[in-house]
């Protein structure tokens, strides 16, 4: 049997599945699979029709991609799925970290198409994503206060004399981590 023919068989054994997605997006109010979840999906449908999966995250020169190696344990015969990732910049967390995420997602994204998971909660077309309907005086997008932005100066020299706080300028600015670390800096 080809391994695509094993995978097909993977892929109908997991939508007959009646899991429940344990995942809930409180922001945007969605159930989803989560990465244990696709996990035990992929790998008990892998396990009855002879495959395996390995996973790998490789630096290209367009950027990161993932690899997901789906093997026929029986002949070797190897399939590879490639999605391009990014590593996230996640708040208080170090490089490894960062990998660590990047990882996760990517592997668990992979898999759902590899195997066919599909989450309808994701559906951009359905009505129920759609973007709320701004609020009355809900406030513009700010701009975001960088090195280079021309009010920068200013704002470090306010910082630095104590006319204002990091807190005021976020009111007008969006700062980033780092940024508002260069900006409470001394020179």
């Known amino acids: 049997m080809s391994i695509?023919?094993?995978?097909?068989?993977a892929k109908a054994e997991i939508k007959n599945t009646k899991l429940e997605k344990k995942g809930h997006n409180k922001f945007s109010n969605y159930k989803y699979f989560t990465p244990d979840q696709v996990e035990f999906l992929v790998s008990d449908a892998c396990h009855k029709h002879g495959l395996t999966t390995l996973f790998d995250l490789v630096?290209?020169?367009?950027?990161?991609?993932?690899?997901?190696?789906?093997?026929?344990t029986e002949s070797s015969e190897r399939h590879t799925c490639v999605m391009a990732t990014a590593i996230?910049?996640?708040?208080?967390?170090?490089?490894?970290q960062q990998l660590g995420g990047c990882?996760?997602?990517?592997?668990?994204?992979?898999?759902?198409?590899?195997f066919g998971i599909t989450d309808n909660s994701l559906d951009f077309d359905d009505n129920a994503n759609s973007p709320a309907k701004p609020k009355k005086n809900a406030p513009a997008n700010k701009e975001e206060l960088t090195p280079e932005h021309n009010k920068w100066?200013?704002?470090?020299?306010?910082?630095?004399?104590?006319?204002?706080?990091?807190?005021?300028?976020?009111?007008?600015?969006?700062?980033s981590s780092v940024n508002e670390k260069l900006l409470t800096t001394k020179k």
């Open 59 to 72: 630096r290209t020169e367009l950027g990161e991609a993932g690899q997901l190696h789906i093997i026929d």
């Open 103 to 114: 990882v996760t997602y990517t592997e668990r994204y992979l898999k759902m198409s590899a």
């Open 4 to 9: 695509y023919k094993k995978i097909e068989d």
């Open 88 to 96: 996230p910049e996640i708040k208080a967390t170090n490089i490894a």
């Open 153 to 175: 100066s200013a704002a470090k020299t306010a910082i630095e004399s104590k006319k204002t706080t990091v807190a005021d300028i976020k009111k007008k600015y969006n700062l």
